[in-house]
């Protein structure tokens, strides 16, 4: 699915072949979840392939590698440069690109001076799909902050969001929505969350989520139909008076939401904030409008 015995990938320096790769099992990330990456979309427009705002997710990579004191040789504007080379190298144009700085061989909780940095694409649907989920209040939370840099993209974090994928989807939902440490709501395992009240929306403040480029894009998006965004901290018990909700990030773009756990959002999706969010965030990727 994510690649073929053609496929080519960015391994230090190189494009090579994805079978060329010469991974240790001695490395660090692999035993320790020590590594960063980043979750990047590039789409076919009128005007070419563009990567959708490559800059703000090469930036974040950066940050991410400067919090877990690791070393990333590259700018921004040369990942971006062999992003595009990459996506050609492979004919790719609607494309998903995860780079991805792993390290190198060392067992002990050191830092680690060999760092490894690899871009692969591939073709990837949307990540929620296209229909309204069916979303369930987590019994995981979100790191804790001052456990972990919670804005950093870090491979290990993503244990606790496949946990609560994996608990979700085996209690018949489609996703999870986790809490924070203090009980507020805070994101899904991969995806930013909003919801709709009295025609304005809401959202969490950053401080105990991920702060999405796909959330940076819908406050754009927000300001320019007028409409209204409150950041604030709220309870599970506030989804349930409503009107509407969606999940937003970079893999599911903006997906609307049915229900979370029994309660169904009243408002129908097509007469939503979320709804029209939605279509402009797809012109916004798609026809760069
Ligand atoms: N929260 C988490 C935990 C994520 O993994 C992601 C995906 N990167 C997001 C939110 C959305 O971020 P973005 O819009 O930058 O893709």
Redesign the pocket.
């Known amino acids: 699915m994510y690649y073929n015995e053609n496929t080519t990938i960015f391994f230090n320096g190189k494009f090579i072949k994805v079978k060329e790769i010469p991974v240790s099992i001695f490395n660090q990330t692999m035993h320790y979840g020590i590594g960063v990456f980043e979750?990047i979309r590039a789409y076919d427009t009128p005007k070419g392939v563009q990567i959708f705002k490559a800059r703000e997710h090469f930036d974040r990579l950066h940050y991410s590698a400067k919090v877990m004191h690791i070393n990333l040789s590259y700018s921004s504007s040369e990942l971006e440069q062999i992003s595009y080379k990459l996506l050609e190298a492979n004919n790719l144009k609607d494309a998903y690109i995860r780079p991805l700085v792993y390290l190198g061989e060392n067992m002990s909780l050191t830092p680690t001076d060999e760092v490894n940095v690899v871009i692969m694409a591939w073709e990837w649907g949307k990540y929620l799909g296209d229909k309204l989920l069916n979303v369930m209040l987590s019994s995981f939370q979100r790191p804790n902050p001052k456990s972990c840099f919670v804005e950093a993209?870090v491979v290990g974090h993503y244990t606790n969001?496949i946990l609560a994928t994996t608990e979700a989807k085996s209690k018949g939902f489609d996703e999870a929505l986790l809490t924070d440490m203090n009980g507020f709501i805070a994101?899904?395992?991969?995806?930013?969350f909003f919801i709709e009240k009295n025609g304005k929306l809401v959202t969490p403040p950053l401080g105990n989520?991920?702060a999405?480029?796909?959330?940076q894009t819908v406050f754009e998006i927000a300001k320019e139909l007028h409409f209204e965004i409150e950041e604030s901290l709220f309870t599970p018990e506030e989804i349930y008076t409503a009107d509407s909700a969606f999940f937003?990030?970079?893999?599911a773009e903006v997906i609307g939401i049915a229900s979370v756990n029994e309660y169904q959002f009243p408002l129908k999706w097509e007469d939503s904030i979320g709804a029209l969010i939605q279509k402009k965030y797809k012109r916004r990727v798609a026809f760069n409008e």
């Open positions: 979750g993209k969001s994101e899904g395992p991969g995806a930013n989520i991920l999405g480029i796909t959330r937003c990030g970079t893999a």
